[in-house]
Protein backbone atom coordinates (compact mmCIF):
# COMPACT_ATOMS: atom_id res chain seq x y z
CA UNK A 1 0.00 0.00 0.00
CA UNK A 2 0.85 3.38 -0.75
CA UNK A 3 0.63 5.99 2.11
CA UNK A 4 2.51 9.51 2.69
CA UNK A 5 3.25 10.98 5.90
CA UNK A 6 4.12 14.44 6.64
CA UNK A 7 7.35 15.77 7.99
CA UNK A 8 9.90 18.67 8.34
CA UNK A 9 13.53 19.05 7.35
CA UNK A 10 15.71 21.78 9.09
CA UNK A 11 17.23 24.19 6.47
CA UNK A 12 19.32 26.56 8.75
CA UNK A 13 16.70 28.37 11.08
CA UNK A 14 14.25 27.46 8.46
CA UNK A 15 11.81 24.47 8.65
CA UNK A 16 11.11 22.91 5.28
CA UNK A 17 7.95 20.66 4.77
CA UNK A 18 8.83 16.93 3.50
CA UNK A 19 6.98 13.77 2.93
CA UNK A 20 7.64 10.63 3.37
CA UNK A 21 5.98 8.19 0.59
CA UNK A 22 6.36 5.12 1.74
CA UNK A 23 5.26 2.02 -0.34
CA UNK A 24 5.17 -1.26 0.64
CA UNK A 25 4.46 -4.39 -1.87
CA UNK A 26 4.27 -7.85 -2.21
CA UNK A 27 7.60 -9.02 -4.07
CA UNK A 28 11.28 -10.02 -2.85
CA UNK A 29 11.90 -8.10 0.37
CA UNK A 30 13.46 -5.34 -0.13
CA UNK A 31 14.49 -1.44 0.86
CA UNK A 32 14.91 1.32 -1.75
CA UNK A 33 15.31 4.56 0.28
CA UNK A 34 15.67 7.86 -2.49
CA UNK A 35 15.14 11.66 -2.39
CA UNK A 36 18.57 12.93 -1.22
CA UNK A 37 18.90 11.26 2.46
CA UNK A 38 22.21 11.74 4.40
CA UNK A 39 24.20 9.31 6.39
CA UNK A 40 22.07 9.68 9.26
CA UNK A 41 18.77 9.14 7.33
CA UNK A 42 19.87 6.69 5.56
CA UNK A 43 20.77 4.67 8.20
CA UNK A 44 17.58 5.29 10.16
CA UNK A 45 16.49 2.15 7.99
CA UNK A 46 17.81 -0.15 11.07
CA UNK A 47 16.73 2.05 13.88
CA UNK A 48 13.20 1.86 12.47
CA UNK A 49 13.21 -1.73 11.76
CA UNK A 50 14.79 -2.50 15.23
CA UNK A 51 11.98 -0.23 16.98
CA UNK A 52 9.09 -1.49 15.16
CA UNK A 53 10.42 -5.02 15.99
CA UNK A 54 10.30 -3.66 19.92
CA UNK A 55 6.78 -3.15 19.55
CA UNK A 56 5.69 -6.66 18.72
CA UNK A 57 5.34 -5.31 14.73
CA UNK A 58 7.14 -6.74 11.49
CA UNK A 59 7.34 -4.77 8.61
CA UNK A 60 10.38 -6.81 6.63
CA UNK A 61 8.29 -9.54 4.21
CA UNK A 62 7.72 -6.57 1.78
CA UNK A 63 9.53 -4.51 -1.18
CA UNK A 64 9.46 -1.20 0.39
CA UNK A 65 10.23 1.70 -1.91
CA UNK A 66 10.41 5.15 0.32
CA UNK A 67 10.76 8.80 -1.28
CA UNK A 68 11.64 11.41 0.54
CA UNK A 69 9.98 14.52 -1.01
CA UNK A 70 10.91 17.96 -2.61
CA UNK A 71 13.71 15.71 -4.33
CA UNK A 72 16.53 18.57 -4.28
CA UNK A 73 16.29 19.15 -0.71
CA UNK A 74 18.77 17.63 1.44
CA UNK A 75 17.03 15.52 4.01
CA UNK A 76 19.94 15.58 7.39
CA UNK A 77 19.56 14.06 10.60
CA UNK A 78 17.52 11.79 12.58
CA UNK A 79 14.63 13.33 12.54
CA UNK A 80 12.77 11.53 10.24
CA UNK A 81 13.12 7.94 11.85
CA UNK A 82 9.63 8.66 13.31
CA UNK A 83 7.86 9.61 10.28
CA UNK A 84 9.40 6.85 8.47
CA UNK A 85 8.27 4.34 11.28
CA UNK A 86 4.61 5.25 10.89
CA UNK A 87 4.99 4.92 7.37
CA UNK A 88 6.13 1.38 7.04
CA UNK A 89 3.57 0.26 9.70
CA UNK A 90 0.91 1.96 8.21
CA UNK A 91 1.59 1.21 4.47
CA UNK A 92 2.08 -2.56 5.54
CA UNK A 93 -1.11 -2.84 7.35
CA UNK A 94 0.29 -3.45 10.82
CA UNK A 95 -1.60 -0.56 11.92
CA UNK A 96 -4.53 2.05 11.07
CA UNK A 97 -4.38 5.56 12.02
CA UNK A 98 -7.84 7.45 11.71
CA UNK A 99 -7.27 11.19 10.14
CA UNK A 100 -3.26 9.73 9.36
CA UNK A 101 -3.31 13.35 7.03
CA UNK A 102 -3.78 15.58 9.74
CA UNK A 103 -0.66 14.58 11.61
CA UNK A 104 3.05 15.96 11.12
CA UNK A 105 5.75 13.75 12.78
CA UNK A 106 9.81 14.26 13.63
CA UNK A 107 11.34 12.42 16.32
CA UNK A 108 14.79 10.22 16.49
CA UNK A 109 14.26 6.40 17.79
CA UNK A 110 16.37 4.39 19.31
CA UNK A 111 16.92 0.76 18.97
CA UNK A 112 14.55 -0.33 21.26
CA UNK A 113 11.53 1.82 20.50
CA UNK A 114 12.12 4.71 22.87
CA UNK A 115 11.68 7.93 20.78
CA UNK A 116 14.82 10.87 21.43
CA UNK A 117 14.22 14.77 21.21
CA UNK A 118 15.15 16.59 17.41
CA UNK A 119 16.51 20.03 16.95
CA UNK A 120 14.49 22.61 15.69
CA UNK A 121 11.09 21.54 16.81
CA UNK A 122 10.01 25.66 17.80
CA UNK A 123 10.94 26.32 14.01
CA UNK A 124 7.95 23.51 12.78
CA UNK A 125 5.55 24.61 15.68
CA UNK A 126 5.75 28.06 14.32
CA UNK A 127 4.93 27.26 11.18
CA UNK A 128 2.35 24.83 12.06
CA UNK A 129 0.26 26.98 14.13
CA UNK A 130 -1.44 28.31 11.40
CA UNK A 131 -2.77 25.50 10.20
CA UNK A 132 -5.46 24.81 12.14
CA UNK A 133 -6.66 20.85 13.06
CA UNK A 134 -2.81 19.64 12.27
CA UNK A 135 -1.63 18.43 15.24
CA UNK A 136 2.18 17.96 15.60
CA UNK A 137 3.17 14.05 16.56
CA UNK A 138 6.35 14.77 18.76
CA UNK A 139 9.06 13.27 21.62
CA UNK A 140 8.14 14.23 25.13
CA UNK A 141 11.46 15.53 25.03
CA UNK A 142 10.73 18.44 22.93
CA UNK A 143 7.07 19.17 24.63
CA UNK A 144 8.86 22.33 26.83
CA UNK A 145 9.28 24.09 22.95
CA UNK A 146 6.06 22.87 21.58
CA UNK A 147 4.59 24.28 24.13
CA UNK A 148 5.84 27.93 23.56
CA UNK A 149 3.81 28.43 20.35
CA UNK A 150 0.32 29.74 21.67
CA UNK A 151 -2.57 27.54 19.97
CA UNK A 152 -0.43 24.68 18.71
CA UNK A 153 -2.25 21.38 18.63
CA UNK A 154 0.19 18.64 19.63
CA UNK A 155 0.66 15.12 20.88
CA UNK A 156 4.05 14.09 22.91
CA UNK A 157 4.91 10.38 23.62
CA UNK A 158 7.88 8.73 25.04
CA UNK A 159 8.23 5.78 22.77
CA UNK A 160 7.12 4.36 19.59
CA UNK A 161 4.43 2.09 21.17
CA UNK A 162 3.38 5.09 23.17
CA UNK A 163 2.64 7.17 20.46
CA UNK A 164 0.52 4.15 17.92
CA UNK A 165 -1.59 3.62 21.22
CA UNK A 166 -2.37 7.26 20.92
CA UNK A 167 -2.56 7.33 17.49
CA UNK A 168 -4.95 4.31 17.44
CA UNK A 169 -7.03 5.80 20.02
CA UNK A 170 -7.66 8.93 18.09
CA UNK A 171 -8.86 10.56 21.40
CA UNK A 172 -9.44 14.55 21.72
CA UNK A 173 -8.01 14.06 25.41
CA UNK A 174 -4.62 13.09 24.24
CA UNK A 175 -4.07 16.16 22.26
CA UNK A 176 -2.35 18.89 23.76
CA UNK A 177 -2.69 22.75 23.39
CA UNK A 178 -0.08 24.84 23.64
CA UNK A 179 -1.00 27.33 25.92
CA UNK A 180 2.65 29.82 25.11
CA UNK A 181 4.78 32.24 26.69
CA UNK A 182 2.54 33.62 29.56
CA UNK A 183 2.36 30.19 31.01
CA UNK A 184 5.95 30.23 31.64
CA UNK A 185 7.80 31.81 35.06
CA UNK A 186 10.80 33.82 34.68
CA UNK A 187 13.19 31.93 36.76
CA UNK A 188 16.14 34.57 38.12
CA UNK A 189 19.34 33.46 37.09
CA UNK A 190 21.25 32.96 40.63
CA UNK A 191 24.40 32.57 38.94
CA UNK A 192 24.81 35.80 37.20
CA UNK A 193 26.90 38.09 39.99
CA UNK A 194 25.21 40.89 41.54
CA UNK A 195 26.61 44.32 40.90
CA UNK A 196 26.58 45.10 44.81
CA UNK A 197 29.68 42.72 45.19
CA UNK A 198 31.49 45.26 42.73
CA UNK A 199 33.30 48.08 44.99
CA UNK A 200 35.40 50.72 44.23
CA UNK A 201 34.64 50.76 40.62
CA UNK A 202 31.75 52.97 40.00
CA UNK A 203 32.90 54.36 36.39
CA UNK A 204 33.00 50.81 35.44
CA UNK A 205 29.74 50.40 36.42
CA UNK A 206 28.59 53.57 35.18
CA UNK A 207 29.91 52.55 31.86
CA UNK A 208 27.99 49.42 31.73
CA UNK A 209 24.89 51.10 32.49
CA UNK A 210 25.22 53.20 29.63
CA UNK A 211 25.85 50.45 27.43
CA UNK A 212 23.30 48.38 28.41
CA UNK A 213 20.54 51.09 28.40
CA UNK A 214 21.02 51.67 24.45
CA UNK A 215 22.91 48.23 23.47
CA UNK A 216 25.91 49.88 22.98
CA UNK A 217 29.37 47.77 22.13
CA UNK A 218 31.78 47.76 24.66
CA UNK A 219 35.77 47.46 25.37
CA UNK A 220 37.68 46.98 28.79
CA UNK A 221 41.01 47.51 29.04
CA UNK A 222 42.59 47.07 32.36
CA UNK A 223 45.42 45.16 33.54
CA UNK A 224 45.19 41.23 34.64
CA UNK A 225 42.90 40.90 37.81
CA UNK A 226 41.27 44.26 38.15
CA UNK A 227 37.63 43.19 37.70
CA UNK A 228 36.97 43.09 33.84
CA UNK A 229 35.32 39.83 33.34
CA UNK A 230 33.85 40.09 37.18
CA UNK A 231 32.43 43.52 35.78
CA UNK A 232 31.07 42.19 32.36
CA UNK A 233 30.03 38.91 33.70
CA UNK A 234 27.25 40.83 35.99
CA UNK A 235 25.65 42.43 32.74
CA UNK A 236 23.07 40.05 32.45
CA UNK A 237 21.46 41.38 35.61
CA UNK A 238 21.09 44.92 34.69
CA UNK A 239 19.67 43.87 31.01
CA UNK A 240 16.05 44.50 30.71
CA UNK A 241 13.87 41.79 29.98
CA UNK A 242 13.39 39.77 26.73
CA UNK A 243 10.03 40.73 25.16
CA UNK A 244 7.65 37.04 23.77
CA UNK A 245 9.14 37.89 20.01
CA UNK A 246 12.62 38.15 21.38
CA UNK A 247 12.32 34.73 23.75
CA UNK A 248 10.49 32.94 20.65
CA UNK A 249 13.62 34.06 18.54
CA UNK A 250 16.65 33.24 20.16
CA UNK A 251 14.79 29.76 22.12
CA UNK A 252 14.26 29.06 18.06
CA UNK A 253 18.13 29.23 17.39
CA UNK A 254 19.06 27.01 20.63
CA UNK A 255 16.39 24.78 19.38
CA UNK A 256 18.22 24.25 16.14
CA UNK A 257 21.76 23.85 18.19
CA UNK A 258 20.42 20.93 20.16
CA UNK A 259 23.31 18.30 19.62
CA UNK A 260 22.56 14.39 19.40
CA UNK A 261 22.58 13.55 23.62
CA UNK A 262 21.56 16.82 25.32
CA UNK A 263 19.88 16.23 28.16
CA UNK A 264 16.31 15.84 27.75
CA UNK A 265 14.90 18.73 29.59
CA UNK A 266 15.52 21.79 27.25
CA UNK A 267 14.41 24.92 28.33
CA UNK A 268 12.87 28.02 26.77
CA UNK A 269 15.73 30.97 26.65
CA UNK A 270 13.66 33.85 28.94
CA UNK A 271 16.69 35.34 29.89
CA UNK A 272 19.34 37.32 27.37
CA UNK A 273 22.02 34.91 26.86
CA UNK A 274 25.61 35.80 28.02
CA UNK A 275 27.79 33.93 25.22
CA UNK A 276 31.36 33.83 26.60
CA UNK A 277 33.57 31.68 24.18
CA UNK A 278 36.79 30.87 24.32
CA UNK A 279 39.34 32.76 22.79
CA UNK A 280 40.89 29.62 20.66
CA UNK A 281 36.58 29.24 19.32
CA UNK A 282 37.25 28.55 15.46
CA UNK A 283 35.62 30.57 13.23
CA UNK A 284 32.64 27.98 12.82
CA UNK A 285 31.65 27.63 16.45
CA UNK A 286 31.85 31.93 16.37
CA UNK A 287 29.84 32.32 13.39
CA UNK A 288 28.60 29.07 12.52
CA UNK A 289 28.07 26.65 9.59
CA UNK A 290 29.72 23.78 9.11
CA UNK A 291 28.68 20.59 7.94
CA UNK A 292 25.30 20.47 9.70
CA UNK A 293 24.50 23.98 9.49
CA UNK A 294 24.66 24.88 12.74
CA UNK A 295 24.24 28.27 14.18
CA UNK A 296 27.41 29.49 16.21
CA UNK A 297 27.94 31.73 19.51
CA UNK A 298 27.37 34.73 17.90
CA UNK A 299 24.13 33.66 16.90
CA UNK A 300 23.18 31.75 20.38
CA UNK A 301 23.75 35.44 21.76
CA UNK A 302 20.81 37.16 19.41
CA UNK A 303 19.20 39.23 21.75
CA UNK A 304 21.72 39.24 23.84
CA UNK A 305 25.46 39.64 24.68
CA UNK A 306 28.59 38.27 23.02
CA UNK A 307 32.04 38.48 25.45
CA UNK A 308 35.42 37.95 24.06
CA UNK A 309 37.55 37.99 26.86
CA UNK A 310 41.15 38.43 25.87
CA UNK A 311 40.14 39.67 22.66
CA UNK A 312 43.45 40.27 21.16
CA UNK A 313 43.85 36.37 21.57
CA UNK A 314 40.91 36.06 19.73
CA UNK A 315 42.31 34.84 16.25
CA UNK A 316 42.31 38.00 13.81
CA UNK A 317 39.97 36.34 10.48
CA UNK A 318 37.60 35.40 13.27
CA UNK A 319 36.92 38.76 14.53
CA UNK A 320 36.72 40.08 11.09
CA UNK A 321 33.89 37.83 10.73
CA UNK A 322 32.31 39.13 12.96
CA UNK A 323 32.15 42.44 11.55
CA UNK A 324 29.13 41.43 9.52
CA UNK A 325 26.61 40.41 12.15
CA UNK A 326 27.60 43.59 13.74
CA UNK A 327 26.59 45.53 11.03
CA UNK A 328 23.39 43.29 9.60
CA UNK A 329 22.24 42.06 12.74
CA UNK A 330 22.65 38.51 10.95
CA UNK A 331 25.11 36.03 9.39
CA UNK A 332 24.65 34.42 6.25
CA UNK A 333 26.12 31.48 5.39
CA UNK A 334 26.19 29.89 1.70
CA UNK A 335 26.48 26.16 1.05
CA UNK A 336 25.72 24.49 -2.49
CA UNK A 337 22.05 23.74 -2.06
CA UNK A 338 21.31 27.65 -1.08
CA UNK A 339 22.60 30.20 1.69
CA UNK A 340 21.22 29.74 5.39
CA UNK A 341 20.93 33.00 7.07
CA UNK A 342 20.94 32.83 10.90
CA UNK A 343 19.86 35.94 13.12
CA UNK A 344 22.55 37.17 14.95
CA UNK A 345 22.03 40.52 16.64
CA UNK A 346 24.05 40.92 19.93
CA UNK A 347 25.72 43.50 21.80
CA UNK A 348 29.58 42.60 21.72
CA UNK A 349 31.30 42.75 24.90
CA UNK A 350 35.52 42.45 24.74
CA UNK A 351 38.15 42.92 27.35
CA UNK A 352 41.99 42.81 26.68
CA UNK A 353 44.75 44.07 28.53
CA UNK A 354 46.63 47.53 27.76
CA UNK A 355 49.96 45.30 26.78
CA UNK A 356 51.45 42.13 26.63
CA UNK A 357 52.30 41.90 30.14
CA UNK A 358 49.46 43.61 31.23
CA UNK A 359 50.70 46.22 33.88
CA UNK A 360 51.38 49.61 31.67
CA UNK A 361 48.04 51.27 33.42
CA UNK A 362 49.35 49.98 36.29
CA UNK A 363 50.79 52.39 38.86
CA UNK A 364 52.21 49.83 41.25
CA UNK A 365 54.01 47.38 38.66
CA UNK A 366 56.25 47.93 36.07
CA UNK A 367 55.40 47.29 32.63
CA UNK A 368 58.06 45.31 31.51
CA UNK A 369 57.08 45.57 27.15
CA UNK A 370 58.91 47.07 24.60
CA UNK A 371 56.99 49.68 22.74
CA UNK A 372 57.01 47.86 19.55
CA UNK A 373 55.27 44.84 21.35
CA UNK A 374 52.75 47.51 23.24
CA UNK A 375 51.81 48.71 19.71
CA UNK A 376 51.86 45.04 17.83
CA UNK A 377 49.54 43.83 20.18
CA UNK A 378 46.94 46.87 20.00
CA UNK A 379 47.29 46.46 16.30
CA UNK A 380 45.93 43.22 16.68
CA UNK A 381 42.50 44.61 17.03
CA UNK A 382 41.74 46.18 13.68
CA UNK A 383 40.78 49.58 13.37
CA UNK A 384 36.95 48.76 11.73
CA UNK A 385 36.66 46.86 14.73
CA UNK A 386 37.10 49.08 17.30
CA UNK A 387 35.35 51.79 15.36
CA UNK A 388 32.28 49.71 16.08
CA UNK A 389 32.62 49.86 19.56
CA UNK A 390 30.74 52.32 20.99
CA UNK A 391 32.14 52.06 24.94
CA UNK A 392 35.23 51.84 25.63
CA UNK A 393 36.99 52.41 28.88
CA UNK A 394 40.04 51.75 31.21
CA UNK A 395 39.63 49.80 34.21
CA UNK A 396 41.93 50.68 36.98
CA UNK A 397 43.38 48.44 39.26
CA UNK A 398 41.34 48.55 42.90
CA UNK A 399 42.43 49.18 46.13
CA UNK A 400 42.47 46.28 48.05
CA UNK A 401 41.87 48.65 51.08
CA UNK A 402 38.72 50.47 48.59
CA UNK A 403 36.30 46.71 49.39
CA UNK A 404 36.84 47.58 53.26
CA UNK A 405 35.82 51.30 53.26
CA UNK A 406 33.57 51.77 50.51
CA UNK A 407 31.49 48.84 51.78
CA UNK A 408 28.45 47.18 49.23
CA UNK A 409 27.98 48.49 45.94
CA UNK A 410 24.82 50.03 44.25
CA UNK A 411 23.04 46.34 43.25
CA UNK A 412 21.91 45.22 39.93
CA UNK A 413 18.46 45.61 40.59
CA UNK A 414 18.56 49.31 41.32
CA UNK A 415 20.80 49.74 38.19
CA UNK A 416 18.49 47.50 35.81
CA UNK A 417 15.70 50.06 36.71
CA UNK A 418 17.43 53.13 35.41
CA UNK A 419 18.25 50.48 32.11
CA UNK A 420 14.52 49.59 32.00
CA UNK A 421 13.45 53.41 31.89
CA UNK A 422 16.13 54.51 29.43
CA UNK A 423 15.09 51.58 27.03
CA UNK A 424 11.38 52.42 27.29
CA UNK A 425 11.87 55.56 26.13
CA UNK A 426 13.82 54.60 23.02
CA UNK A 427 10.88 52.00 22.25
CA UNK A 428 9.13 55.43 21.77
CA UNK A 429 11.12 57.00 19.93
CA UNK A 430 11.67 54.30 17.37
CA UNK A 431 8.06 53.47 17.47
CA UNK A 432 7.87 53.43 13.50
CA UNK A 433 11.61 52.95 12.74
CA UNK A 434 13.28 49.86 12.22
CA UNK A 435 15.58 50.16 15.46
CA UNK A 436 15.23 49.27 18.63
CA UNK A 437 18.13 51.25 20.30
CA UNK A 438 20.29 53.87 20.39
CA UNK A 439 23.01 52.04 19.05
CA UNK A 440 21.07 50.64 15.91
CA UNK A 441 20.31 54.19 14.51
CA UNK A 442 21.95 55.29 11.48
CA UNK A 443 24.00 58.54 11.37
CA UNK A 444 21.07 60.79 10.29
CA UNK A 445 19.09 59.77 13.08
CA UNK A 446 21.59 60.18 15.51
CA UNK A 447 22.10 63.98 14.73
CA UNK A 448 17.97 64.21 14.34
CA UNK A 449 17.48 62.78 18.09
CA UNK A 450 20.30 63.69 19.75
CA UNK A 451 18.73 67.22 19.32
CA UNK A 452 21.41 69.49 20.32
CA UNK A 453 21.05 73.32 20.41
CA UNK A 454 23.70 75.13 18.98
CA UNK A 455 26.10 75.69 21.21
CA UNK A 456 26.19 71.94 22.15
CA UNK A 457 26.77 70.72 18.42
CA UNK A 458 29.40 73.26 18.42
CA UNK A 459 31.18 72.11 21.13
CA UNK A 460 30.75 68.74 19.72
CA UNK A 461 32.20 69.02 16.65
CA UNK A 462 35.20 70.95 18.00
CA UNK A 463 36.06 68.17 20.31
CA UNK A 464 35.23 65.60 17.26
CA UNK A 465 38.20 67.65 16.05
CA UNK A 466 40.32 67.38 18.73
CA UNK A 467 40.41 63.98 19.27
CA UNK A 468 40.44 63.23 15.51
CA UNK A 469 37.30 61.20 15.20
CA UNK A 470 36.04 60.01 11.93
CA UNK A 471 32.99 60.61 10.31
CA UNK A 472 31.50 57.23 12.20
CA UNK A 473 33.37 58.02 15.27
CA UNK A 474 31.61 61.30 15.59
CA UNK A 475 27.79 59.80 15.62
CA UNK A 476 28.70 57.28 17.58
CA UNK A 477 29.45 59.43 20.07
CA UNK A 478 26.06 61.36 19.37
CA UNK A 479 24.30 57.99 20.12
CA UNK A 480 25.89 57.42 23.14
CA UNK A 481 25.81 60.97 24.30
CA UNK A 482 21.60 60.51 23.45
CA UNK A 483 21.70 57.50 25.64
CA UNK A 484 23.68 59.12 28.32
CA UNK A 485 20.96 61.91 27.68
CA UNK A 486 17.61 58.90 27.70
CA UNK A 487 19.38 57.68 31.63
CA UNK A 488 18.93 60.79 33.13
CA UNK A 489 15.48 61.49 31.40
CA UNK A 490 16.40 64.58 29.10
CA UNK A 491 15.29 65.53 25.94
CA UNK A 492 18.07 67.63 24.42
CA UNK A 493 21.72 66.30 24.74
CA UNK A 494 23.71 68.36 26.56
CA UNK A 495 27.60 69.31 27.00
CA UNK A 496 27.83 66.83 30.19
CA UNK A 497 26.35 64.06 28.46
CA UNK A 498 28.58 64.58 25.40
CA UNK A 499 31.87 65.25 27.59
CA UNK A 500 30.71 61.31 29.21
CA UNK A 501 30.53 59.95 26.37
CA UNK A 502 33.96 61.31 25.28
CA UNK A 503 35.74 59.87 28.08
CA UNK A 504 34.55 56.29 26.72
CA UNK A 505 37.25 56.40 23.86
CA UNK A 506 39.96 55.00 25.43
CA UNK A 507 41.21 54.06 21.99
CA UNK A 508 40.81 56.26 18.93
CA UNK A 509 38.09 55.78 16.05
ZN1 LIG B 1 53.40 45.69 29.47
Same mark, same amino acid.
Given at each position: ?6 S???F ?17 P????V??P ?7 R ?11 KV ?8 N ?10 S??D ?25 G ?5 G ?14 L ?11 R ?28 R ?20 D ?16 A ?15 S ?10 CL ?5 E ?9 TRI ?9 S ?5 V??RP ?22 G ?26 R????E ?6 R ?17 N??P ?6 P ?7 P ?30 M ?6 G??? *? %?? =????C????VQ? @??? #???P !? +? ?11 K??A?N ?7 V??A ?19 ? *? %?? =? ?10 ? @?A? #???? !? +??
Amino acid at each position: MFRRIRSYCLFGIKAVPVSVEVDAAQGLPGFTLVGLPDNAVRESRERVVSAIRSIGKVVTGFRTTVNLSPADLRKEGSALDLPLAIGMLVSTGEIEIPQLDRYVFVGELSLDGLLKPVRGVLSIAMNLVAERDCVLVIPRGNMQEASLVEGLHFVCANSLGECVEILERNSNQDVKIAKGIASYRVDVDDKVPDFKNVVGMDAVKRALEVAAAGAHNFLLVGSPGAGKTLCAKCLPGILPEMTEQEILETTRIHSCARRAGDSDDFKPVMARPFRSPHHSASMVSLVGGGTRLLPGEASLAHNGVLFLDELPEFNRSVLEALREPMEEGEISVSRASGTVVWPARFMMGAAMNPCPCGYSMDPKRECTCLPEARKRYREKISGPLLDRIDIQVSVPPVDAAMFAVKGRGESS *A %DI =RRRVCAARAVQR @ERF #RNLP !F +KSNAEMSSEYARKFAAMNPDVERFAVSAAAKMELSARGYFRLLKVARTI *A %DL =RGAFAVDVMDLS @EAL #RYRA !F +KG
